[in-house]
């Protein structure tokens, strides 16, 4: 899709540490000494489309719009210029002007994107490439180069163009010098304007040196795809006598190899990564729209990779980058990283950071591995809290036992991977569970939901999901079996984003279906949400209430204000397979919750009846808004729920079963109770 102009706001970035063990973890500890995550400020600097890169000892951010930042620390940044912000029209004065053909009223400024900074080794300088955008698809990618990583930065030249139309148009671009001629082959046209569904816009470059010591650049979008071209080592630019042959859905003579998409069908924002340990290169796109409150919104990171740098680019599933059709589904491609998601310590963050319950529309990341072989992300997110301030983010990330990279849970907060593993003690528990699925998520879907799981002592998962899950001794590795998808990652105890950033033990797991799982614990107790409750309506702030504190079978639940007594207490049991028995405190817990003869009909009435097992007497209770739960009944096959009958707020309102659909009549909060 393509990019709209991006306004700068917060950002943050933290990189994550590892330690070396005998199956594959990076090992080291960081060369600053940090303690404990009090001794880390988060000091939060602008810059969007991060690219991160390392010179002397110090870590540089460069993104759109000409935003710089640097650390020594690696979580407290603060921002610098170069003669770029000053010169930037000078510089970049060619780019802009192919740019300008586009507009009428073109303005350089706003249309520098997502620059990507490298060291080469053979001209001994920092290059720096700049994607200079315009409108209808002028776009280049330019080189600038320094002796300084901060600069003074000169202009070297043009690697790639994009937008072109006509023999005019071509030559004053480099096509002649590839192509032999000036004319324009009728592929790159659509009725007499750029065909963008095969050619790439010429936007956001990715300089790497593959495993043999040679740069290549990987670059594109949305339209046409991610394409890759050789530069010259000692020139930094393109390498003219490395040609390309017009294949379908795989190179072009002009643009190079197709890396992924085409057609409108995938992302933008490539990023590739050499792992020399894990035998791959890694390649990142970000999908769908960048915002977080517009119809179009949605960003998010998605993983491939491949053996050899020029591709074919697979992921978890098998399925290729490459699209061949207008029709592709792009959510059928890539491992999905992360999506919109809250988390429960995130309702409890620093009063420092910007108010908010989730992120959204994580994207347009970077990636590295640090000299001790530490594995890091780096993107900017936005929040749900309906505007589109972004900060950037840096998780730790970890290969599993497939040799995919998983992503942790939290931002870098001074923790580090235990090399030999963690006990059962440390891991059996309760947690938070979030599934980041296939689909993109937008402002009109809003969050991914937040389960609840349990990780139980005899190797089960019980809760919002079933399962299994399992842990190799003395690594951080884990497998999770859950709805027949098998997932596999690590447990990692890192400090969390709670005020208190108290350490906390997650998972991250990659499935085969190409979904991430992500888990934070709640708590140390199992089963659930096992326990002594008093359920409150959403709607009304009335109790469930066993009419009179009766003890016979058929006694109706009704809502009723707040008192206190057993009649107003349910113990929640285990049922398996996630669900619970509603035991009822009037009946000295030997009764329970029942949906009248099992009968799966809206409007069924809801009464207590002695415990004897059947599906009438199972619920579900499963995450909605504000810490509440809907009630599913199991004898409706998950379907219908709780509901205060005719959305009642009045002390004696009915409760019935109905369809779930959402409002606050059929949502509940779980309040401790003594027995």
């Not at 890169?53 to 170069?82: E, Q």
């Not at 029209?89 to 520098?112: D, P, Q, T």
């Not at 059996?428 to 799981?453: C, R, W």
């Amino acid at each position: 899709m393509k990019k709209v102009f991006k306004r700068i706001v917060w950002f943050v970035i933290t990189l994550v540490f590892l330690f070396q063990s005998p199956y594959g973890f990076p090992a080291g500890s960081r060369q600053a000494s940090v303690a404990n995550a009090a001794s880390l400020r988060t000091d939060r600097v602008s810059v969007h489309d991060p690219s991160v890169v390392k010179a002397g000892g110090k870590y540089y951010i460069f993104g759109s719009h000409m935003a710089n930042a640097v650390t020594s620390d690696l979580t407290s940044w603060k921002t610098f210029t170069t003669n770029i912000n000053s010169d930037y029209a000078n510089i970049f004065s060619k780019g802009g002007a192919w740019a300008a053909r586009g507009s009428s009223n073109y303005n350089i400024s706003g249309n520098l994107w997502a620059p990507d900074v490298i060291y080469n080794k053979d001209m001994k300088k920092w290059c720096m490439y700049m994607s200079v955008n315009g409108s209808n698809y002028y776009s280049s990618i330019a080189l600038a180069t320094a002796d300084s990583i901060t600069g003074p930065y000169t202009y070297a030249g043009t690697i790639v163009y994009s937008g072109f139309r006509n023999s005019e148009e071509a030559g004053a671009t480099d096509y002649k010098t590839v192509m032999g001629s000036t004319g324009v082959a009728s592929r790159y046209l659509s009725n007499g304007a750029w065909n963008s569904s095969y050619g790439p816009n010429a936007i956001d470059p990715c300089v790497l040196y593959d495993k043999n010591g040679q740069l290549w650049m990987s670059y594109g979008s949305w339209f046409g795809g991610i394409f890759m071209l050789k530069l010259d080592n000692k020139t930094g630019l393109r390498d003219y006598s490395h040609t390309y042959s017009t294949v379908t859905n795989s190179s072009d003579q002009y643009f190079g190899i197709r890396l992924s998409g085409g057609y409108g069908c995938t992302g933008e924002g490539s990023y590739i990564v050499w792992d020399k340990e894990a035998g791959y290169y890694y390649m990142y796109l970000s999908y769908c729209g960048l915002n977080a409150t517009d119809d179009f919104s949605g960003y998010h990171m998605r993983l491939f990779r491949s053996q050899n740098i020029t591709g074919p680019y697979k992921d978890a599933a098998g399925n290729d980058a490459v699209c061949t059709s207008k029709n592709a589904n792009q959510t059928t491609k890539g491992v999905k990283l992360m999506g919109n998601y809250a988390l429960s310590s995130l309702k409890d963050a620093d009063s420092s950071e910007l108010s908010r319950d989730g992120y959204m529309s994580p994207g347009h990341n970077s990636a590295f591995i640090d000299d001790n072989g530490q594995r890091y992300l780096v993107y900017h997110t936005r929040f749900n809290v309906g505007e589109e301030y972004h900060q950037v983010r840096v998780h730790q990330q970890f290969l599993n036992q497939d040799k995919w990279p998983v992503t942790a849970v939290y931002e870098y907060l001074g923790s580090q991977l235990s090399a030999s593993g963690y006990s059962n003690n440390e891991i059996v528990g309760t947690y938070d569970f979030i599934n980041h699925g296939n689909s993109a998520t937008t402002a009109k879907t809003g969050m991914l939901p937040t389960y609840s799981v349990s990780l139980n002592a005899d190797g089960t998962i019980s809760g919002a999901f079933t399962g299994t899950w399992s842990a190799v001794p003395g690594t951080c590795y884990c497998t999770m079996k859950i709805d027949n998808v098998t997932y596999k990652g690590v447990f990692f105890k890192q400090y969390d984003e709670s005020s208190s950033h108290k350490e906390t033990m997650t998972f991250s797991l990659i499935g085969s279906n190409d979904q991430a799982i992500w888990g934070s614990k709640t708590s140390d107790q199992t089963g659930g949400l096992e326990g002594y409750y008093y359920i409150k309506s959403s709607l009304s702030k009335l109790y469930l209430d066993v009419e009179n504190g009766k003890t016979e079978d058929g006694t109706n639940i009704r809502q009723f204000g707040y008192n206190g007594s057993h009649a107003q207490k349910f113990k929640l049991v285990s049922a398996g397979n996630g669900y619970y028995f509603l035991l009822t405190g009037a009946s000295g817990y030997k009764s329970c919750v029942d949906i009248k003869n099992g009968d799966p009909a809206d409007g069924t009435n809801v009464m207590q009846w002695n415990y004897w097992g059947g599906d009438m007497q199972k619920f579900k209770f499963v995450p909605a808004a504000n810490g509440t739960y809907a009630i599913m009944t199991n004898c409706s096959s998950g379907k219908s729920c709780l509901d205060v009958y005719n959305m009642s707020k009045e002390p004696g309102g009915n409760i019935v079963q109905w369809n779930y659909w959402g409002g606050d009549g059929q949502h509940w909060y779980l309040e401790p109770a003594t027995p």
